[in-house]
């Protein structure tokens, strides 16, 4: 009976291994234990052993090609015994001939390998060795021209890539040899071992592994300096509620079955609650104030903060005179500003002076967050998502009733929990009553 | 409007080979040049005055060497035939010139660039389009502030390659390379030179040891160190000294050789950021807009035509294929082709003096160098510096005095450039003889100083 031999699985870490040479042909006779093959895995060079005795029937991937663990890689049974794939063994071997005749149309294009195409295990012997991957012109003899550890080995032993002096250092200091020289053919200098002086540096390619770099700018940048600043220089606490919803969504959808003259189709819950907000706000003067470390400037309108989502990042465009707007301005006025800040035509004017901010992220299904106040406001409101809460009647019966998640964040420096809750109540108030609300 | 890769302003050995380097990579490749192809290495530079000074060294030669057997009667030098051969070399160079770049598929134009934009350059009405732009507009002489250099005798390195009689006396201000080249080529043709330097020594870039010694070995040549020249006028030039004392020199001619600055003028309207000495770059030869290289003098990094090419093919490659290439500038060989001639690469002694280094010398007189002693004879100025960093023993610097020293010092850059250390250097072996020798012996005596 004839039986798999598997690609064994070295480590917890390790999804597949490249196979590096095969040390039996087919029709070899191999005892269980017998060196089928080595392979390569990204830490190591391990011997793959046989797990039966008998003749090796057919061996299912090349040198340099890379095997999934637990994967069949050759098949051992009696001389001349009829044996069938495993259905992973034959899916491989189909994908195999396909991919015999798709290398047989395509053209060669590119001589250099990419990046991708070196196996890890090669990446580190050639930081090892100071070989630079990208500036050899090697073929690599793994599948698909992927570059292993013999390659790299073979460049090794053909270049000397230190200059006398600078080999003189490395020897005398210990110091790291870095992978690229500045001199004639790239050639490594003194200067060159010099200016790479970072002693440990060994483990970065084992752990945590390949990374990508990205110096902060832009949005980016700005944001990171302000979240710090507010969270360093504020004492903030988060509380929650919800809020009936059910008037807002009766509302919106009349909005969006009206006729087109009315030109609210448009109008979103967002929308409504940042107009619930506005109205709110007039009667906690507190919560819409800027901090100023040694007083509180209170103001006589709402200038709502708006959280936008870019691809740049966040931004926050202001709408001025929030509390003095109808529904649909107001509504017209948010799409007006996330659209400018989409196309990145925002400027100071637009994102600049709000008094009070909203952030949401309930089309995300978050229900509740802690939102960080955008200093020198005092509050932040946080808007969640619907969900179904369970209301229990004046007759103990209970009912599901969709409730709308918010979330205050408050700078406790200049607002205390009571007021700030009393406002969020209203708030809650205002937005189950919001058909009321907006005919007041 | 048409559409380049790359346009190139400039065709000294900067602009041309750049455009070269890129037309051969089948790039489409405009150069500009105002004047002459080949800028003025080839065309007032270099080359020209390479042709007559080694006309003033034979004619020199053919005079003093009485004690090897020549005795020469009635030798005379003929200025116009020797200013004719110069033109003939000049043309045949910048015909040269000319074939390479038709070859490389370079279009050329002749006439004043004005950058529009990054993108865009006039050369009159028509308006050239380029993916990049290669500045290598030079550099011109200098004119100092003085009194009478607008006098008609006072003349630029330009134009006294094209006088066409030699004066009886010639006064040059500033020993810097040029005026010790144009010193040595009057001298010898029997012109009284002085030569008025603002510094304590001349050539600022040659160890002074050798400076002293080259100074001493210019027979022919009056030299007033750290002087000051106030006016020039009919009278002559006046200057004072260090203490203050007054000197007044008369003068047929006088030549201004004070330095180089940048040609600027076709960048005006690009926001290029310039510093004393040229426009910023850096070591790939990128200035501060993006597709905008610079090379050769006009970034005032090193005035030298040969770094001008480097520089050149570090921004072609930087530009249309890797960006690995960087300018190196501790190992560029320059040459001060005076009689005698000089020549350096690397630190002088003084340099490595001041920087964070320690460094270890070796000097040796070239008198005990069997061809120059063959040649020279024993009383002619010759001498060899060698400085290695004490650590390594890596060299890290040249120093030649005296005949072929411009021809043997690409040695010393390989040296250098390949950081050979003393031990290595002892492996190679020199043609015997030869003057090169005694690159090989200096080293050889810091390896004896070591054990």
């Not at chain 1, 990446?123 to 073929?139: H, P, Y």
């Amino acid at each position: 009976m004839a039986s798999n031999v598997v690609m064994p699985k070295l480590g917890n870490t390790v999804d597949s291994c490249i196979i590096l040479d095969w040390k039996v042909r087919e029709g070899d006779t191999v005892s269980q234990g017998d060196v089928l093959c080595e392979a390569e895995t990204d830490k190591s060079t391990v011997e793959v052993e046989s797990t039966a005795s008998g003749v090796v029937l057919q061996i299912l991937y090349g040198p340099g090609e890379e095997v999934p663990v637990m994967q069949p890689i050759a098949i051992i049974g009696e001389k001349g015994e009829q044996f069938v794939l495993s259905e992973t063994a034959s899916a491989k071997q189909e994908e195999q001939e396909k991919e015999t005749v798709q290398k047989q149309s395509k053209p060669v294009v590119d001589r250099m390998p990419s990046k991708s195409a070196v196996s890890p295990r090669a990446r580190k012997t050639a930081q090892e060795k100071a070989i630079d991957i990208a500036s050899l012109d090697i073929q690599g003899s793994g599948a698909k021209g992927r570059v292993i550890e013999r390659d790299v080995l073979a460049a090794v032993q053909s270049g000397v890539r230190l200059t006398p002096a600078a080999r003189q250092v490395v020897a005398e200091s210990g110091l790291n040899v870095p992978t690229q020289g500045t001199g004639i053919g790239g050639r490594i200098l003194v200067s060159d071992v010099l200016a790479q002086n970072k002693p440990i540096q060994k483990t970065d390619e084992e752990f945590p592994g390949p990374y990508v770099e990205t110096y902060l700018k832009g949005v980016r940048k700005v944001t990171a300096k302000r979240m710090h600043e507010s969270i360093a220089t504020t004492a903030q606490l988060t509380i929650h509620a919800y809020a009936r919803a059910t008037a807002l969504q009766t509302l919106r959808s009349r909005f969006k079955q009206s006729d087109e003259r009315w030109a609210l189709k448009n109008v979103t819950i967002n929308d409504m609650l940042l107009f619930a907000v506005s109205r709110t706000l007039l009667r906690f003067p507190a919560l819409n104030s800027h901090f100023l470390g040694d007083r509180l400037v209170s103001f006589d309108h709402v200038h709502l903060g708006c959280a936008v989502d870019t691809e740049k990042g966040l931004y926050v465009p202001v709408i001025r005179y929030a509390d003095t707007r109808t529904l649909r301005s107001l509504s017209e006025e948010t799409k007006r500003l996330a659209s400018l800040c989409n196309e990145g035509k925002a400027g100071p004017e637009q994102l600049s002076g709000g008094t009070f901010t909203v952030t949401n992220l309930g089309p995300f299904g978050v229900e509740s967050f802690t939102p960080i106040v955008n200093i020198p406001e005092v509050a932040i409101l946080g808007i969640g998502t619907i969900t179904m809460r369970p209301i229990m009647g004046d007759n103990d019966e209970v009912s599901f009733v969709p409730h709308i998640g918010l979330s205050l964040t408050i700078d406790h420096q200049a607002v205390d929990g009571a007021p700030a809750a009393r406002f969020l109540s209203s708030l809650c108030e205002a937005i189950a009553s919001f058909d009321l609300l907006l005919a007041q | 409007m048409a559409q380049y890769d790359l346009i190139v302003i400039g065709s000294g050995p900067g602009g041309y080979v750049a455009a070269e380097r890129a037309g051969r990579m089948g790039k489409k490749v405009l150069l500009i040049e105002r004047d002459q192809l080949g800028g003025v290495c080839t065309n007032h530079g270099c080359i020209p005055t390479k042709s007559l000074l080694n006309a003033a060294k034979l004619y020199r030669h053919a005079r003093e060497s009485q004690a090897m057997g020549i005795v020469a009667q009635s030798v005379s030098f003929d200025l116009a035939t020797a200013m004719a051969w110069k033109r003939q070399t000049v043309e045949t160079l910048r015909n040269g010139i000319q074939f390479l770049v038709k070859s490389a598929k370079v279009d050329v134009v002749f006439g004043e660039a004005q950058c529009i934009d990054p993108h865009r350059v006039a050369v009159g009405e028509t308006i050239y389009d380029g993916k990049y732009l290669i500045v290598a507009t030079g550099s011109s002489p200098a004119i100092p502030p003085i009194q009478g250099v607008d006098l008609p005798h006072v003349l630029t390195s330009d134009d006294i390659l094209e006088i066409d009689s030699i004066p009886d006396s010639l006064v040059i201000i500033g020993g810097g390379v040029i005026g010790i080249e144009f010193a040595s080529f009057f001298s010898s043709l029997g012109t009284k030179v002085s030569v008025i330097e603002m510094l304590d020594e001349i050539v600022p870039l040659m160890d002074v040891e050798f400076a002293k010694l080259l100074r001493r070995d210019m027979k022919g040549v009056e030299f007033y160190l750290g002087c000051t020249v106030k006016a020039i006028d009919k009278d002559g030039v006046h200057f004072v000294d260090a203490k203050g004392k007054s000197t007044t020199i008369a003068a047929e001619l006088v030549l201004l050789s004070v330095g180089r600055r940048p040609n600027l003028s076709a960048l005006e309207q690009l926001d290029l950021a310039v510093d004393r000495t040229g426009v910023i770059v850096d070591e790939r030869m990128r200035t501060n807009i993006p597709n905008v290289y610079a090379i050769g003098d006009v970034n005032g990094r090193s005035l030298l035509a040969h770094s001008a090419s480097r520089m050149a093919e570090v921004a072609v490659s930087n530009i249309f294929g890797t960006d690995r290439q960087r300018m190196r500038y501790h190992a560029i060989p320059w040459a001060v082709y005076g009689i005698p001639e000089a020549a350096g690469c690397g630190l002088t002694e003084q340099e490595g003096n001041k920087s964070a280094r320690n460094i270890v010398t070796a000097t040796t007189q070239m008198r005990a160098n069997g061809r120059f002693l063959a040649e020279q004879g024993k009383r002619s100025a010759g001498l060899c510096k060698v400085v290695v960093d004490a650590q390594t023993q890596a060299i890290v610097g040249i120093h030649l005095l005296g005949p072929y020293s411009s021809e043997i010092i690409w040695g010393a850059a390989a040296l250098i450039e390949a950081e050979l250390r003393v031990q290595d250097v002892q492996e190679i072996v020199f043609p015997h003889p030869s003057v090169s020798e005694v690159i090989k012996d200096t080293i050889m005596a810091l390896a004896a100083n070591k054990t």
